[in-house]
């Protein structure tokens, strides 16, 4: 029978987008997005949707009210629809069993509680959240020890790839619509039920399906891939800086090697993000389940780059600063993971500005996307690192970079917003403190020119001459001699 009535448990990063494409391209089925949350259902029903999101807004005024619903009422979507997508987070433990590592399930469980002691009929049951292997498992296991006579219930694994930031453009035209399900006949018939919602936008020859366990570890796997890609250019960086090759130079030339390809190589301040980090620690925790502990550690070695390349910029700030940043004013410009969102989950600038207050800096941040409420909450709450009140003394938030830079010492980029790309620097150089420097962590900027109007710059991946800088002389001699003494000792 086909689909009519989608429900979507979760309206979040995944969720509200992947659904509002659902009911654009199927106008014929009914998509019912709920959450527990009233106050996000109240946002995704405003006139100001809970996420920045390119082309969403334009979406969800099309189908929001024809096709496209966003409710509280979890019970009464449940009950009506034949297919229910699982799109809840499913954050790394903090606490028991596996804490820092394991994906925490509670969510996903509570779910597929909820379907059961609710569904009357047959369903559908899609696992959209990224979960670990076999998580699919246990969901089973507690829809069929609390079901209803008379009703069965088939699981799918149905990943999301999408990125935020270009989440519209990559659920139109995804490379690949993932979908696993058991080998069984019902299984099989399940799978095809879904394929035909996505077919009316994705090309059949796209749609892959597999068996359910293969379908869980791809997702992990895929999010790995990226993320080391990332960790590798930027272990490169580190050499870069240390001896005079251009990480751009070298990400190009071996991108251009069509085994390789071009994507993901560029060097940054680290990755962020809700994803990565999650995820990879997810498949070490797998691993070492598994008794697999070399195949853990070299996952592992991916966060441990990344947290090494956020410690390093930072600390290369400070250097750079005559080692000390107490009381010195540093504009941080983006806060948000990446550009065109206004995701800070796991966002390096959280790590780069708390860095910063520790040593005694005040902070002028500006991002365009990301509310002052969420820059102060994610600087005060994590981990007690830091006390509220210190944050609030120390932190000051803008509305314009131009604002944000006034009477700075430094400026340091932590997100590739195009609007930085284009402001006046020649205006900001004037009104700033001297000597003044620019730390670029996106390399989106124009280093020579910034150079020209008297900025000290300092990037990822590239070590810039620096004429003005005062003792700087003796600093490259000193690197350059244990470069070299390094390159003679190998030889000989
Ligand atoms: P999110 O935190 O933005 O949204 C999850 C929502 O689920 C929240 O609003 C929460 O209130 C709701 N929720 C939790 N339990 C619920 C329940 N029992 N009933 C109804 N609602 C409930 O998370 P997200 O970023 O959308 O991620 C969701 C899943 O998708 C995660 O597993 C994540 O790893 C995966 N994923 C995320 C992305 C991304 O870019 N954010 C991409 C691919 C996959
Ligand atoms: C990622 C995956 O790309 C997506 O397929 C998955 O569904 C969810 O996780 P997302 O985290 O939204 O998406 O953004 P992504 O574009 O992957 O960027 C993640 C982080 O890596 C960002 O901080 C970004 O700035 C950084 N990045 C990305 C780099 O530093 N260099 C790169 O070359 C690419």
Redesign the pocket.
């Known amino acids: 029978m086909p689909i009519t009535k989608i429900c979507c ?8 987008p992947t659904c509002s494409v659902i009911a654009l391209k199927c106008p014929h089925i009914r998509v019912t997005v ?4 009233s106050e ?1 259902i109240a946002q995704w029903n405003s006139a100001k949707l809970p ?1 920045y999101e390119p082309g969403l807004d334009a979406v969800v005024q099309k189908c929001r009210g024809r096709n496209l619903f966003f409710s509280t009422d ?1 019970a009464q979507a449940i009950e009506e629809a034949e297919l229910i997508f699982i ?4 954050p790394t433990k903090r606490f028991g069993n596996g804490k820092g590592r394991a ?1 925490d399930l509670k ?1 996903v469980e ?2 597929a509680r ?1 379907i059961a002691e609710i569904s009357a009929g047959d369903k559908i049951v899609v696992e ?4 670990p292997v076999r998580a699919a498992e246990s969901i089973m296991n507690i829809l069929r020890a609390n079901h209803k006579p008379g009703v069965s219930y088939q699981i799918l694994s149905n ?6 930031g270009t ?1 519209i453009d990559d659920l139109l035209n995804a490379d690949r619509v993932l979908i696993g399900g058991e080998e069984s006949p019902e299984g099989q018939a399940a799978i095809e039920e879904l394929c035909k919602v996505y077919e009316h936008w994705i090309p059949r020859k796209n749609i892959l399906t597999t068996n359910t366990w293969s379908s869980e570890l791809s ?1 992990l796997a895929a999010n790995a891939f990226l993320a080391q890609r990332i960790s590798s250019i930027n272990s490169l960086s580190a050499v870069c800086e240390s001896t005079g090759a251009d990480v751009s130079e070298v990400a190009r030339a071996v991108g251009l090697d069509s085994r390789i390809g071009s994507k993901f190589l560029q060097a940054s301040v680290g990755f962020g ?3 990565f980090q ?2 990879i620690l997810n498949l070490v925790y797998i691993c070492e389940c598994l008794n697999l502990p070399e195949v853990a550690a070299y996952w592992q070695q991916v966060i441990d780059m990344n947290e090494y390349q956020k410690s390093r910029f930072s600390a290369k700030v400070i250097e750079s600063l005559f080692n000390t940043v107490t009381d010195k004013k540093i504009s941080i410009l983006g806060f948000a993971f990446k550009k065109n969102t206004g ?1 800070t989950r796991e966002s390096p600038a959280i790590h780069v500005a708390r860095t910063l207050i520790d040593e005694g800096a005040k902070l002028h941040i500006y991002d365009p996307k990301v509310e002052e409420s969420q820059i102060m909450s994610d600087l005060s709450n994590c981990g007690a690192i830091l006390e509220p009140e210190l944050v609030k003394s120390r932190v000051s938030i803008f509305k314009d970079a131009y604002s944000a830079t006034k009477n700075t010492h430094a400026i340091v980029v932590c997100t590739e917003w195009d609007e930085f790309v284009e402001l006046d620097y020649k205006r900001i150089y004037a009104e700033m403190m001297k000597p003044a420097y620019i730390f670029d962590g996106r390399k989106i900027l124009d280093h020579d020119k910034l150079q020209k109007l008297g900025f000290i710059v300092q990037t990822i991946g590239k070590k810039i001459e620096c004429q003005k800088l005062r003792g700087s002389g003796k600093i490259k001699l000193k690197i350059e001699e244990k470069w070299y003494r390094y390159h003679f000792e190998a030889l000989s």
Do not use: Q
Request: with cysteine; net charge neutral.
């Open positions: 448990m979760g309206a979040g990063y995944v969720g509200g709920v959450d527990k949350s996000r996420i979890i799109s809840v987070n499913t994906a969510y509570s779910a909820m959209k959240s990224t979960v990943p999301e790839f999408l990125a935020e989440a997702k993000g809700s994803c999650k995820d995701d």
